[in-house]
């Protein structure tokens, strides 16, 4: 993927500092919508979060609000394919379309990630290749699981082979689990816990089968501060110690895996999850993101000016809120 210069925005101007490039920072456009409708797919009974609202001049809004200089956007959960790929890779070219005429009407402020409609494999090697050929993404967004199929599941090789041939930036994002106990709380509300249970679940399965290490040029990125990562990197290690002797296990280097991610800070990062992340992160890896429309935009102005205040942060701040990111997708801003 080439870099791309893009001019200084006129629109709008961030009011607040430190201006930032947004990667994890949702859309929820007509065809999103429309395609839920037709699955018949209701988010708030699905993952007992309801569906924000959502239109594109509140989102620049919303950037001059909280000090967007660019965004880059994606599409959340409930995620497409619900087991008929004919139908998920339809889906996913009429999302990927107006996600793109989106961009191309603000393109000093907005980009996207493609979405892909895993775990359709020849489909979303045809939809990520226009994506990137046609459309202009600056990446792919693949979900935690599609239908069941989890990321590092051998069935994706062709798939990750061709996102290494691209040298793409793929974004993972939480998707519900095929099962998960029922009559519990956490049960209920999905981002509080399953959400992040499910992309700790992904990323280990990543590391676990050698995906990261087989297809070095793929660039992840993971969501919510590392998840559940951060706090059981240390535990993977001594399992694995146990596990591989046995012939249990693969030998897998952990840290030098976990060293290669690259991590978005959305969500209630501090103070603790930041704490652990920072032990195992390479600090050039680390992104800014926002979460919204699903935070609200004063949580997330709260949360921005407490990150950029953090200890941890503030001596890297530059990095974390720009230019990491402009490195990552090529962004000449």
Same mark, same amino acid.
């Given at each position: 993927?080439?870099?791309?210069?893009?001019?200084?925005?006129?629109?709008?101007?961030?009011?607040?500092?430190?201006?930032?490039?947004?990667?994890?920072?949702?859309?929820?456009?007509?065809?999103?919508?429309?395609?839920?409708?037709?699955?018949?797919?209701?988010?708030?009974?699905?993952?007992?979060?309801?569906?924000?609202?959502?239109?594109?001049?509140?989102?620049?809004?919303?950037?001059?609000?909280?000090?967007?200089?660019?965004?880059?956007?994606?599409?959340?959960?409930?995620?497409?394919?619900?087991?008929?790929?004919?139908?998920?890779?339809?889906?996913?070219?009429?999302?990927?379309?107006?996600?793109?005429?989106?961009?191309?009407?603000?393109?000093?402020? *907005?980009?996207?990630?493609?979405?892909?409609?895993?775990?359709?494999?020849?489909?979303?090697?045809?939809?990520?290749?226009?994506?990137?050929?046609?459309?202009?993404? *600056?990446?792919?967004?693949?979900?935690?699981?599609?239908?069941?199929?989890? *990321?590092?599941?051998?069935?994706?090789?062709?798939?990750?082979?061709?996102?290494?041939?691209?040298?793409?930036?793929?974004?993972?994002?939480?998707?519900?689990?095929?099962?998960?106990?029922?009559?519990?709380?956490?049960?209920?509300?999905?981002?509080?816990?399953?959400?992040?249970?499910?992309?700790?679940?992904?990323?280990?399965?990543?590391?676990?089968?050698?995906?990261?290490?087989?297809?070095?040029?793929?660039?992840?990125?993971?969501?919510?501060?590392?998840?559940?990562?951060?706090?059981?990197?240390?535990?993977?290690?001594?399992?694995?110690?146990?596990?591989?002797?046995?012939?249990?296990?693969?030998?897998?280097?952990?840290?030098?895996?976990?060293?290669?991610?690259?991590?978005?800070?959305?969500?209630?990062?501090?103070?603790?999850?930041?704490?652990?992340?920072?032990?195992?992160?390479?600090?050039?890896?680390?992104?800014?993101?926002?979460?919204?429309?699903?935070?609200?935009?004063?949580?997330?102005?709260?949360?921005?000016?407490?990150?950029?205040?953090?200890?941890?942060?503030?001596?890297?701040?530059?990095?974390?809120?720009?230019?990491?990111?402009?490195?990552?997708?090529?962004?000449?801003?």
């Amino acid at each position: 993927m080439t870099s791309r210069t893009v001019a200084t925005p006129t629109a709008h101007a961030a009011k607040a500092s430190p201006a930032s490039i947004d990667v994890h920072s949702h859309a929820l456009p007509q065809s999103y919508l429309d395609a839920l409708d037709e699955l018949g797919v209701s988010a708030l009974e699905e993952d007992g979060f309801p569906t924000p609202t959502w239109s594109e001049e509140g989102h620049l809004r919303f950037m001059d609000e909280t000090g967007q200089r660019f965004c880059i956007l994606s599409i959340s959960t409930p995620h497409i394919n619900r087991g008929d790929d004919a139908t998920s890779a339809r889906l996913a070219r009429s999302i990927n379309d107006e996600l793109a005429a989106i961009c191309r009407r603000h393109p000093e402020s *907005l980009g996207f990630s493609a979405t892909l409609p895993v775990p359709a494999v020849e489909a979303s090697i045809d939809e990520a290749r226009r994506a990137f050929d046609e459309l202009g993404a *600056l990446g792919v967004k693949v979900p935690s699981n599609g239908a069941g199929t989890y *990321l590092g599941d051998p069935a994706l090789d062709p798939l990750m082979e061709f996102l290494d041939g691209r040298k793409a930036v793929v974004t993972i994002h939480p998707s519900l689990a095929p099962a998960a106990p029922e009559g519990i709380f956490t049960a209920g509300p999905a981002p509080l816990f399953e959400y992040v249970v499910d992309t700790t679940r992904a990323v280990l399965n990543l590391m676990a089968h050698g995906v990261i290490e087989r297809y070095p040029n793929i660039r992840w990125v993971v969501p919510h501060a590392g998840s559940f990562l951060p706090p059981i990197a240390h535990r993977l290690m001594g399992i694995s110690g146990v596990l591989v002797p046995a012939g249990l296990m693969e030998p897998v280097d952990v840290m030098a895996n976990l060293r290669h991610l690259w991590w978005d800070l959305a969500g209630d990062a501090r103070p603790v999850m930041l704490d652990s992340l920072m032990k195992i992160a390479d600090p050039k890896h680390l992104l800014y993101g926002s979460d919204t429309p699903y935070t609200p935009t004063e949580m997330i102005a709260r949360n921005k000016e407490g990150l950029a205040a953090d200890p941890l942060v503030a001596p890297i701040a530059q990095d974390v809120f720009f230019d990491n990111a402009a490195r990552l997708y090529g962004l000449n801003l």
